[in-house]
């Protein structure tokens, strides 16, 4: 017990660290970026009396490790500032945005967890035979194709052609779970390569597993068939699939902007997008530190799972 609390209090005591170098990273890069906002808004051909008086009324003109202790001691309190273009509160974008992605990364876990465990063990359990060589093949195919490229063709075909299914959200506003029709196909998109990924790992640990001696000795000591694979085998092979889970949900969550934009959803994508277009850097950086938290906690999370799942592997730092 000493040993995994020791364990744990390492992982978060990381886990701060890594939070606080995603805060520095994000104000050093946000920093970095060419051109000058306070150009940007000062409007078409703006004299130099006026640039001074916006970047006065932005804060620019203050030394950057001010305007860094400043927002540091904002986001501890909440406050992610202020937006540039509309003066409404971060927070406000971020919460605008949150409900359609996590909607989408909801229903894209919802059915990626029983598919991709399920078609590995099945794969795992048929290893050699017809149905692993289909699954195998079925997973490397369609784990090539862009989400980009497959977002295009399932509109063209169940969109444009077939007409089973809206293009688009455009017009269901945040109401896209009262129209489920209109997430289909992005959900579709969204869970394609994750699910290939997931099972391949699956099957490979299950197969890894199933030759251990440790299942060798569950069999010996007359353990039934389906207790070995599902209460020993699987355990140990869900272990490098945590982990790959804890990175797709963190995809789902930050690195949706494809999806998105192809299918007009207002969430997080579409707000950093729109952010970056308009060169509104308190939005784009209290987004960038979101999704580096959302980061570091998932793959915490991952890690204690990982560990409770197999203690005897080694956990990735």
Same mark, same amino acid.
């Given at each position: 017990?000493?040993?995994?609390?020791?364990?744990?209090?390492?992982?978060?005591?990381?886990?701060?660290?890594?939070?606080?170098?995603?805060?520095?990273?994000?104000?050093?890069?946000?920093?970095?970026?060419?051109?000058?906002?306070?150009?940007?808004?000062? =409007?078409?051909?703006?004299?130099?009396?006026?640039?001074?008086?916006?970047?006065?009324?932005?804060?620019?003109?203050?030394?950057?490790?001010?305007?860094?202790?400043?927002?540091?001691?904002?986001?501890?309190?909440?406050?992610?500032?202020?937006? &540039?273009?509309?003066?409404?509160?971060?927070?406000?974008?971020?919460?605008?945005?949150?409900?359609?992605?996590?909607?989408?990364? #909801?229903?894209?876990?919802?059915?990626?967890?029983?598919?991709?465990?399920?078609?590995?063990?099945?794969?795992?359990?048929?290893?050699?035979?017809?149905?692993?060589?289909?699954?195998?093949?079925?997973?490397?195919?369609?784990?090539?194709?862009?989400?980009?490229?497959?977002?295009?063709?399932?509109?063209?075909?169940?969109? &444009?052609?077939?007409?089973?299914?809206?293009?688009?959200?455009?017009?269901?506003?945040?109401?896209?779970?009262?129209?489920?029709?209109?997430?289909?196909?992005?959900?579709?998109?969204?869970?394609?390569?994750?699910?290939?990924?997931?099972?391949?790992?699956?099957?490979?640990?299950?197969?890894?597993?199933?030759?251990?001696?440790?299942?060798?000795?569950?069999?010996?000591? =007359?353990?039934?068939?389906?207790?070995?694979?599902? #209460?020993?085998?699987?355990?140990?092979?869900?272990?490098?699939?945590?982990?790959?889970?804890?990175?797709?949900?963190?995809?789902?969550?930050?690195?949706?902007?494809?999806?998105?934009?192809?299918?007009?959803?207002?969430?997080? =994508?579409?707000?950093?997008?729109?952010?970056?277009?308009?060169?509104?850097?308190?939005?784009?950086?209290?987004?960038?530190?979101?999704?580096?938290?959302?980061?570091?906690?998932?793959?915490?999370?991952?890690? &204690?799972?990982?560990?409770?799942?197999?203690?005897?592997?080694?956990?990735?730092?």
């Amino acid at each position: 017990m000493n040993g995994l609390r020791s364990w744990i209090a390492r992982r978060l005591v990381l886990g701060a660290l890594q939070t606080a170098a995603v805060v520095l990273l994000v104000f050093a890069l946000t920093e970095a970026l060419p051109g000058d906002a306070a150009v940007a808004f000062a =409007g078409d051909q703006p004299d130099p009396e006026r640039i001074a008086a916006v970047r006065e009324a932005m804060g620019l003109d203050r030394p950057a490790h001010e305007r860094l202790a400043e927002w540091v001691r904002g986001l501890l309190h909440g406050d992610f500032g202020t937006s &540039l273009t509309s003066g409404r509160p971060v927070s406000g974008f971020l919460a605008d945005g949150f409900g359609p992605t996590l909607l989408l990364a #909801g229903l894209t876990v919802l059915l990626l967890v029983p598919l991709g465990v399920g078609l590995g063990v099945l794969a795992a359990r048929h290893e050699g035979r017809f149905t692993d060589r289909l699954i195998s093949s079925a997973t490397l195919g369609v784990y090539a194709v862009p989400e980009f490229a497959l977002g295009v063709l399932l509109v063209s075909v169940f969109a &444009l052609r077939l007409g089973w299914l809206p293009p688009t959200a455009v017009g269901y506003g945040d109401g896209l779970l009262a129209h489920p029709a209109a997430l289909v196909l992005p959900v579709l998109v969204l869970l394609a390569r994750p699910v290939c990924s997931l099972a391949r790992l699956v099957r490979a640990g299950m197969i890894e597993a199933l030759a251990a001696p440790y299942t060798a000795q569950a069999r010996r000591y =007359g353990l039934s068939g389906t207790r070995v694979r599902y #209460g020993h085998a699987l355990p140990n092979a869900l272990a490098p699939a945590t982990q790959q889970l804890a990175r797709t949900i963190d995809w789902l969550l930050c690195g949706v902007i494809v999806v998105e934009a192809l299918y007009v959803i207002p969430g997080l =994508g579409t707000v950093l997008m729109n952010a970056v277009a308009d060169r509104d850097i308190p939005v784009v950086q209290g987004l960038a530190v979101v999704f580096g938290l959302a980061t570091v906690v998932l793959n915490l999370g991952a890690d &204690l799972v990982t560990h409770r799942l197999a203690p005897r592997s080694e956990v990735a730092a």
